[in-house]
C-alpha cells in the first residue's frame, strides 16, 4: 500500500521561503507521477506542480506559483521536494502530495493523473 508523508508547512512571513517534504513508500515502480497540490478555505483544489519521478525536471508549474517554486526529487530517499520562495499571504493553503501507482513506462510526463494516493496535508500560513 503506498503512503504519503508530507513535512514542512508552516508559518511565515510574506516574502518568505518554504520547503515541502513529500515521502513515499510501498511502491512497486520506481517510476510514478508526484504532485503537489494545494487547496486554500473556501476554493477549489490547485495542482502546483507535478514530477515524473526519474524524469526530467518538470516545467509543468501552475501559473499562480510560476518563478516561485521548484519541485524536485531525491530518488535515493523516495522524496519529492517542492521549494517555495517570495511567498504572498494568497499562497495561505493545505498542501498536498499525490501519485499514482507508478508504472514501467510512462507516455508522456506531464502527469495528468488521476491520482490514487495522497498524503495527509500540510499546512501553509503566509502572514503579510
Known amino acids: 500500500q503506498v503512503q504519503l508523508v508530507e513535512s514542512g508547512g508552516g508559518s511565515v512571513q510574506t516574502g518568505g521561503s518554504l520547503r515541502l517534504s513529500c515521502v513515499g513508500s510501498?511502491?512497486?515502480?520506481?517510476?510514478?507521477?508526484v504532485a503537489w497540490f494545494r487547496q486554500a478555505p473556501g476554493k477549489e483544489r490547485e495542482r502546483v506542480a507535478p514530477?515524473?519521478?526519474?524524469?526530467?525536471?518538470?516545467?509543468y508549474y501552475a501559473d499562480s506559483m510560476k518563478g516561485r517554486v521548484t519541485i524536485s526529487q531525491d530518488n535515493a530517499k523516495n522524496t519529492v521536494y517542492l521549494e517555495m520562495n517570495s511567498l504572498k499571504p494568497e499562497d495561505t493553503a493545505m498542501y498536498y502530495c499525490?501519485?499514482?501507482?507508478?508504472?514501467?513506462?510512462?507516455?508522456?510526463?506531464?502527469?495528468?493523473?488521476?491520482?490514487?494516493?495522497w498524503g495527509q496535508g500540510t499546512p501553509v500560513t503566509v502572514s503579510s
Open positions: 499525490a501519485s499514482d501507482p507508478g508504472r514501467l513506462y510512462y507516455l508522456r510526463d506531464d502527469c495528468p493523473g488521476p491520482f490514487s494516493y
Open positions: 510501498g511502491y512497486t515502480y520506481k517510476r510514478k507521477c
Open positions: 514530477i515524473l519521478t526519474g524524469g526530467s525536471v518538470s516545467a
